[in-house]
């Protein structure tokens, strides 16, 4: 008589109580992924690679040694979606792909002619006079140099005017037996940081903005552990509210200039983390390249990996990208 094969039961994957299953869970991380709206760079070579752009409402930083491409892609970008939203550059192909509504550039210590003069021998003639007739500043220098020893003739002719007219006032008023002391406000970094939140409030929402340079505010808040505690704190609210405004804010960071600890600190604060660097590409040549080692809601971030591209600077469109790669393991 044939001995009966003893049954081996198949044991199933245990079910935890309360677990969704696992089609339910893909579907919905489809169906984010599908109403994630990306506002694209406006730099085509770069928005391919990433899936069409950066995700709508993100806080980027742009760092990088001097002239190593961090400042051109700010300039490239917003040159190339001044086009884009004209008509004469077609948008990156997807349902989920938004324009931003305006183009702001917001400045602490440079002049808006020097910028847009940098810009007119950046790129052709008709790309510039496209963003000309689009682009937008805000001039934070007033606020900026406020409580400086900076004359502040050096920095506005308005403020100058107005100070020649209290100056006369004064002057009237002494003689008529009136003494009045005009003081300059006190609140160095209160003011600034004020005037900067009421502005992004107001102009925030679904538009593109460039703080030119993060350096800059950065600057003014490291004298102190009490300033810089107060600017982090500022960046992780810039941050948390990006996320309702659905737009995309660009800040430009000189490396090299902060210590490592601060420079780690404003990473962890943002969404996304541009990295350029100059690397030897021989013996007498240095190439620019584009490190992607942060970036939240970005497929690309997902697993450790990082993106890198070769950089070249073009006189008529800027800064291009070329030759993406996938490099594991390589974090901020």
Known sequence: MAKKKPEHKV???RKVAGEKPRLEVKRKREIAEEELKVMPTGIASLDGPIGGGFPAGSLVVLTGEVGSGNNEFAMTSSVMLAATKAGRLSPPPGKNIVLPGDIWWVTFTRPQSDLMGE???GFDSDL???FRKQANFKDL????FATSSVPLEWVSERLAEKRREETLTTLGKTLAGVYRLAERPSSKPKGMLNSLADFLTERGPNNVVILNTLTDLAMLYSES???WYEFMIFLRGLQ???????GLIYASLDANLLEGRMEQEIAACVDGVLTFEWVQAGPAERRRTLYIKKFRRLPLSAGGAAMRFNVNLTSSVGLQVIKPELIEGLRA
């Open 141 to 144: 220098s007033e606020e900026y």
């Open 240 to 246: 948390r509210a990006t996320k309702k405004w659905g």
């Open 225 to 227: 552990e009490a300033r």
């Open 128 to 130: 510039y006079e496209l």
């Open 119 to 121: 810009m007119a021998l």
């Open 11 to 13: 044991r199933g994957r």
